[in-house]
């Protein structure tokens, strides 16, 4: 391997460090949503794609809703204090009250049951960074990407 690869797979090395793995990782996480309120949006779903792209929102606003939920889960690990309970018991709750939303309810009132728990969601990492229980860099993140995905549901919402 001669000198030039070497400063290459190290200047790569540096670039790829596991804040900028979350980073890109959060917002590639929006890019369904995006895409989703854009089709919508545009009327294109209305255009014999071959798949329904309201039913493919609906499974990955569970899914991503889900996750974010499980995230609350890992943190408590490291929390030793009323936090550790209450964390435990938002994860399972939001979980659920999404799963039975996906079940029960329609495109736009799911869209709505989405936002309303990725603000809960948000309120959340907000009170732990608060509280110094969580990283502010990673709440910032939390934030913008949160804003991102709930104007991508809120169109969606309102177009399908």
Do not use: E
Request: aromatic share 14%; hydrophobic share 55%.
């Amino acid at each position: 391997m001669d000198d030039t690869t070497t400063r290459l797979n190290d200047s790569a090395v540096k670039l790829i460090t596991p804040q900028s793995t979350v980073s890109f990782l959060t917002y590639a996480g929006s890019i369904p949503f995006l895409f989703g309120a854009v089709v919508l949006k545009t009327g294109v779903a209305g255009q014999n794609l071959s798949f329904d792209i309201q039913h493919l929102l609906s499974v990955y606003g569970l899914v991503i809703g889900a996750f974010m939920a499980g995230t609350l889960w890992g943190q408590q690990v490291n929390i030793h204090n009323v936090w550790q309970n209450y964390l435990f018991i938002c994860s399972n709750v939001i979980a659920l009250a999404l799963w039975l939303a996906f079940l029960l309810l329609s495109f736009t009132n799911l869209m709505i049951a989405y936002v309303f728990a990725f603000v809960v969601l948000l309120l959340i990492d907000y009170q732990l960074s608060k509280n110094g229980n969580s990283n502010g860099a990673y709440f910032k993140l939390r934030f913008r990407v949160t804003l991102i995905v709930v104007l991508a549901i809120g169109t969606a919402a309102f177009s399908g």
